[in-house]
């Protein structure tokens, strides 16, 4: 059972967390190629600071180039009986290629879903991982110390083989373009009857309690309707980080209809664009059949 | 059968439709409230320029407050015998209840959706029509001059008692949305791959003849296209005529789903908003969970 | 202040509502057709009971046809002073026709969504109302009776004039539907992967704390999942109570773009097709085009 | 320019093709495997068959693992200035890959992407293409012989380079998709009144000509409801070929938009499902807050 461990990045995210896991009795050496943050000077020094046998490496860089490299380096430091951790966004297919080669030198690979953002510091943190069950016991006291008070089973999963906690999380994620999508489209709602309902803030936080649609998201509607009741300074533009993207790609291989995840997702990517080549064919078409007018191009 | 009927409303439609019904050999007379266009100076006039019996006059003003108006006066000018024939976009429930009020003076009642818009005087006009098989039989010259060459059934219907006709035309419409969004999004998709596809236009083009997706509104996607291949001097800003909405509105009430055409009407309103409540809302509820940057509002 | 008021329709959440007031210290006399449960023999006995000035009934009866007359009965019954509070799920349209009707007579009428289902007798209902600010003043105690512990503004709200309870409470059912599609949609992809993911229950039940998307209806997907892993007993039938189909005809009144809120109520129509006419009709288009097989309708 | 081409593939669609190649007054070599429709014993009689400079070989038989073996077995049996010609449905990346594979070689190499169906025969095919435009000067003559008749930019484009022919079919597919939903919602809505719109097939019939929303799918629509006016002998099954859900794969690549096409795909998604365990998941929620009535399952 690990009591010391590394823990590579340490961004906000990566901070927050070495700060939990201390809380909680785990020490933590921390690697970040920044010197002002990092405990140890080179990648190289952090697994030389772990104590042996079983050391465990979590890494906790931007997904994509940044983490396969780290995690290959690490397959060079570690051997036989080590673990490497993915707690950032990887996809799933990544994990198991990143899996089989790190295995062919005796290194685990147990890959985290971690959710809860900038309020796991004092929350904790939703933990679903995959790998194998040796690896996964291992880290029980790391999971432990990140994931929530209360009932273990109700903050963290062994979802399965590696793979199995990133798309838990892509699907995690997926479920929560959906959520924010239905409320925000009830929102608009609201504020475009405003001659009826009149306190459209004062509505939402009503549902806070009791009702059927209260959740920790509409909490935090809430919280921003109480620093700005109409949403004056917040632009209509928003990104997406991949994990949306992923689910719907996996749920065509699949053949599940997602009606309303991707209807989510694709309301993100028009809300980037600033114009749509597509409403100007279909205005363009209304101009050729029925002489409708068209509003020029500003 | 008809030879000689009355036509209130002489703007870009009710004027071309004049002239194909003139060509087609029927006698007009024309009313509209711009004295330079019309044949008459009242709808009195017009009605007792008509011979008896069974005179008709074709209403083709805008929809809702104008047609109702136009509508109730012929009610009291017309008599037992006589057919008002309603060729613009009522909702069918409206046609009616209309026709309830004209038929209790005896006042025949026929609903017709027209399609074809300004290519329908050379081309002729697509025509959906709902009412008495007398009153439409007592049309059938009319029809018949105002619709394609070719096989009647190919370009008329009664489609049912009143309201069939209008009902039709907004189903008609309902799919014409639906239409026009695919064509667009296929477009937008091709021009989001120029790198690939050096010429989009061409690419639509070569659509026209011989492939599945060949159609009216590809031909005239394709002359957009031609005059401007980037479409740059159009903006992307698609108003909606109302049938659209009362299509989805049927597809509720009658538990019918709806998801294509839904999703080209809600595309339209995206369409015109300058900024998106939801999409604030969206961006909003990020920011409060994961620190994610957004904008300001610019 | 009330302190006693009158309750009419004492089904499943009248009887619940009824005991969670009177646990709260109000006195309730309640009227239901169904002598075996009910206080009064008649609705006048009813509003005899009650004490003035000021009498307060709350109408708890399924919404339509029985709403509409147990208010028309009470406008006759009650007077000046009086009012009637409607606590089904009316469309608030009504709403805003009933109050007018009940105000020639000097009936006030206040509109109040409930939230909680069969949970709201411990939990406390969530409630938003519409009315008069002197009505609904006069019904704090009562409202306070049957909210949720906590504070109030958290599980009650005066959203706005008559009508303004009974279209947040719309726009409230509206976005659960968005809801429960969003986990619904996650839940089936979670499953389909059985191979990756070995834990469907176990993983959506670790997102209960800590995660972005943990809500009541998930706590409740955990507790469907606990009873029935595969939920092999539960049909996919989806019923709908009608004002998923307000909140997108409302939508589309105001040209608000719904997809996910459509789209989950879409969903539902066609669960409960035996077979889509939709989808044969596609299967012939392929039949006719391509010679692609279809299956005979079994 | 060629005059005798090999065409490997002699199905349905391969045989119409070479029926048409003949009739244009291009020499065709058939290869197939099954000896009693091919006009050689093996793939490398057939490219002896061949007149050179510059043999040109079409291949036309199913996507996937078929195309590959059969393309991969060409280039070690052609040469400098050969072409290789895949008229199937390939994913576009692959055609890349194949063509760099094939050009290691100096085999070039054309994607064709060719519509039309059982009609092509007699109608001509719709025809994109994507290569080298030596390599298509080459093949015009074959192009000129499969399009339809009338202008050659009606029924022929030269998209971009190797994969343009692939992609712009996939659009064209996913177009299909569209359309096809579009029409098929329209006619289950006028199913849907049949109380109103007593004559379904008489009215998708009239808009054959001079409608907005004529095309060549709505005649085929007409001729399947002309043959089953209900449609009673077709099963709600649709089955989907690859393209449609390459189309919104690609849609999510390059964050475009596509409401209506993915709505399209998911239909057919939910149609194959014998039951939608998310809807199981609904109703399984609905049970849990409200009590609401579930069906169990049947």
Redesign the interface.
Known sequence: MVTHMGLVGLG?MGNNMRERLRRGGIEVTGYDPRPEVSDVATLADLVAALPGPRRVVWVMVPAGEPTRSVVQELGTLLGEGDVVVEGGNSH?PEDQARAAELGAHGVGYVDVGV??????LE??????C?GEPADVELLMPVFDAL????PR?????????V??GH??KM???????????????????????DG????VH??M??????????????D??V???EQ?PS?????????DSGEG?W???????????????????????????T????????????????????????
């Open positions: 906000k799933y959710s809860g953002g900038v309020w796991g929350n904790g943190y939703g933990l679903m995959g994931r929530p008070e209360g089973e109700e903050g963290f999963v062994h979802a399965g083989g793979g199995a798309f838990a699907v995690h994620n997926g479920i929560e373009y959906g959520l924010m999508q239905a409320y925000a489209e009830g929102y608009e709602l609201l504020a475009a009857k009826l309902v009149t306190d004062g509505t936080k009503a549902w806070m309690r009791g009702t059927v649609v209260r959740s920790w998201l509409l935090l509607m919280l921003a309707l700005d949403l004056a300074a917040i632009d209509d533009w928003v990104d993207r689910t719907v790609d996996e749920a065509i291989d699949n053949a599940v209809p997602l009606p309303v995840i991707s209807a989510a997702l694709f309301a993100r990517f028009s809300s980037r664009q114009e749509s080549p597509a409403m100007k064919a279909v205005a363009a078409l209304r101009q050729q059949f029925g002489g409708h007018a068209v509003k020029p191009a500003s």
